[in-house]
């Protein structure tokens, strides 16, 4: 069974950064793109950036272009989520997901989700 796993989410003040990891156990993440979305109580979730199973192939919503940067290791079997210039706006629960084929920022085309990672940005 596919298993993700989210860390380094927490408390940050507005302007500052955090480094999401999404690590997985019992597959290989090289054949899968990876989905970050996102959930804000009360809201959708929603889709904030994937990368290709190469990684040769990146993908970021509007709200967080300029601020995020995802990537991956293979090596490591892990992907990334970098996050600088964090806003209120970007308190959500954070959840990656795997997929074997294309990129997408539908949560209904994923299969496998880990458990989700707290980023909170106070106002």
């Known amino acids: 069974q596919l298993q993700l796993v989210e860390s380094g989410g927490g408390l940050v003040e507005p302007g500052g950064s955090l480094r999401l990891s999404c690590a997985a156990s019992?597959?290989?993440?090289?054949?899968?793109?990876i989905g970050w979305f996102r959930q804000a109580p009360g809201k959708e979730r929603e889709g904030v950036s994937c990368?290709?199973?190469?990684?040769?192939?990146?993908n970021l919503a509007d709200s967080v272009k300029g601020r995020f940067t995802i990537s991956r290791d293979n090596a490591k079997n892990t992907v990334y989520l970098q996050m600088t210039s964090l806003k209120p706006e970007d308190t959500a629960v954070y959840y990656c997901?795997?997929?074997?084929?294309?990129?997408?920022?539908?949560?209904?085309?994923?299969?496998?989700w880990g458990q989700g990672t707290q980023v909170s940005v106070p106002s």
């Open positions: 990368i290709s199973s190469s990684g040769g192939s990146t």
């Open positions: 997901a795997a997929r074997s084929v294309a990129c997408s920022f539908y949560a209904t085309d994923f299969g496998s």
């Open positions: 019992g597959f290989t993440l090289d054949y899968y793109a």
